[in-house]
């Protein structure tokens, strides 16, 4: 069983920055793929950075790319979203999940979430 606990969201004029954090149970996270989802009011949760496993391999969704970055610390069981020129549109509760298999295809656990908003 892994547990996830978010942190680091809050209120945000558009244009500026903030910092998420995801502390991760379990003895082998740094073979896990860690990601972070977000959803907005009314609309579905949607896929937003991954960090596989061992790798160091990222992905980005095309909506956050050059905006975004995710970086990770296997010592200390945490996966970090450091996200710029925020935009009204990021607006959402952000997820962090984790895939134990490593691929970042099959996420099976998810933090309860930490809200973002951007204000124009």
């Known amino acids: 069983q892994v547990q996830l606990v978010e942190s680091g969201g809050g209120l945000v004029q558009a244009g500026g920055s903030l910092r998420l954090s995801c502390a991760a149970s379990g003895r082998t996270f740094s073979s896990y793929a860690m990601g972070w989802f977000r959803q907005a009011p009314g609309k579905e949760r949607e896929f937003v950075a991954t960090?596989?496993?061992?790798?160091?391999?990222?992905y980005f969704a095309d909506s956050v790319k050059g905006r975004f970055a995710i970086s990770r610390d296997n010592a200390k069981n945490t996966v970090d979203l450091q996200m710029n020129s925020l935009k009204p549109e990021d607006t959402a509760v952000y997820y962090c999940?984790?895939?134990?298999?490593?691929?970042?295809?099959?996420?099976?656990?998810w933090g309860q979430g930490t809200q973002v908003t951007v204000s124009s």
């Open positions: 960090s596989r496993g061992r790798g160091g391999y990222t």
């Open positions: 999940a984790a895939d134990p298999k490593g691929l970042g295809y099959a996420y099976d656990y």
